[in-house]
């Protein structure tokens, strides 16, 4: 059962805008030594849909060798196709990753929970391993198309043991208090650390987050103040949701980037996958000025 802080892992970029396996790896150990218990790679905040299927199997594929454990990685393996999908799957478990974080089929909207049940049906059917552990990530925002509460008992009282988990990136604390009460056996992660504290007391399990690229070594205080029974998490919890309060006012890959590019100076920071932009200069100054 995965438990604790988890990063969304920014994926570093070469200028020719390929994963930079040096730089990608030293920050997975970065972000080891700084707390996090786990490592959500390739999801929204690593550009996941951004880069191919080939890319993303390699460049995890080189992590493991490259000497950072599998079993702290939870791999993003969403996609609307559905072969992609269980190409991505079975890729993640091949290297010995504990889970999988998958995204709904995003790209038609509107469609139905019985038409979610099916994909999600046919994945775990054509993975066909026992290993499979299912995380199924809920980000409106960015997805337009999530998982009802409905939809997740319905798996999992179809598949127990495959369906273990969810990643909420909603925004809505009451949701997460819902899925964590209705739900007491699915290991629920907020999608940010501002609703860290609360989680874990609602019976949750941590939080994966973009911001944690940053905000590791605080957010594993709240974490390990929490099981302590220390009533000083909730004075660090306030600290750490003030923090990531104030890096919301930016768009949150290229502020994270250009956080990075400052703390190592290192350029390969400074590249983003098209569409998206790096922060223009006044910008970045102001938010690596304040973190």
């Not at 290993?131 to 198309?145: D, S």
């Not at 890959?253 to 569409?275: E, F, S, Y």
């Amino acid at each position: 059962m995965l438990q604790g802080v988890f990063a969304a892992v920014l994926t570093p970029m070469r200028a020719d805008l390929s994963v930079d396996r040096a730089a990608y790896a030293a920050h997975c150990r970065r972000l080891l030594d700084e707390g996090a218990h786990g490592l959500g790679i390739f999801g929204t905040t690593g550009e996941a849909n951004s880069l191919s299927v080939a890319e993303r199997i390699a460049a995890w594929e080189d992590l493991v060798a490259d000497g950072i454990p599998a079993d702290v990685l939870l791999p993003g393996t969403g996609a609307c196709a559905l072969p992609d999908a269980v190409t991505l799957a079975k890729s993640a478990l091949d290297v010995g990753a504990p889970g999988v974080l998958a995204l709904p089929p995003f790209y038609y909207k509107g469609v139905s929970d019985d038409g979610l049940f099916r994909f999600f049906a046919e994945l775990i059917e054509r993975v066909g391993d026992d290993r499979l552990r299912l995380f199924l990530y809920h980000i409106p925002p960015m997805a337009q198309v999530g998982f009802t509460p409905e939809l997740i008992g319905r798996l999992l009282e179809a598949y127990p043991g495959v369906v273990v988990g969810t990643k909420d990136s909603a925004g809505d604390p009451a949701r997460i208090e819902r899925l964590c009460r209705e739900f007491p056996d699915l290991t629920v992660f907020a999608g940010s650390e501002r609703f860290l504290l609360d989680t874990l007391h609602w019976g949750g399990d941590g939080c994966i987050s973009a911001t944690c690229n940053v905000t590791a070594p605080q957010s594993r205080r709240v974490f390990d103040l929490w099981r302590a029974g220390d009533p000083e998490a909730a004075a660090q919890q306030t600290a750490l949701t003030e923090a990531r309060t104030f890096l919301e006012g930016f768009p949150p890959i290229p502020a994270l980037k250009a956080i990075m590019r400052a703390r190592t100076g290192d350029d390969v920071w400074t590249n983003l996958r098209p569409p998206l932009d790096a922060l223009d200069d006044e910008r970045a100054r102001a938010v690596v000025a304040r973190l």
